[in-house]
């Protein structure tokens, strides 16, 4: 086989576990992860960051209100991914 498309194997591998990780995470640990959220917004200090962003609209809850959608498109794209390796 040629190295180059054993390295496209090895990447469409990798990023089809990625994506498996976080539509698990959306799809049935979505409440532990707005709790990670939780955490991680006071261990990494984005509010100077986002402060612009903030004043607008507040981007966190939106995206939170969409888990389970965002999950079911990652699972779609770990399928995807699943048909791009055996292919």
């Given at each position: 086989m040629d190295t180059t498309y054993m390295s496209y194997k090895l990447i469409i591998m990798v990023?089809?576990?990625?994506?498996?990780?976080f539509a698990a995470l959306f799809l049935l640990w979505s409440?532990?992860?707005?709790?990670?959220?939780?955490?991680?917004?006071?261990?990494?200090?984005?509010d100077k960051i986002t402060e612009t962003l903030n004043d607008v609209h507040d981007v966190d809850s939106q995206i939170m209100k969409m888990r389970k959608p965002l999950g079911f498109v990652s699972l779609?794209?770990?399928?995807?991914?699943i048909f791009l390796y055996f292919y």
């Open positions: 990023l089809g576990i990625l994506n498996l990780i409440n532990s992860l707005i709790q990670v959220n939780k955490i991680l917004k006071k261990w990494i200090a984005t779609l794209l770990v399928v995807v991914f």
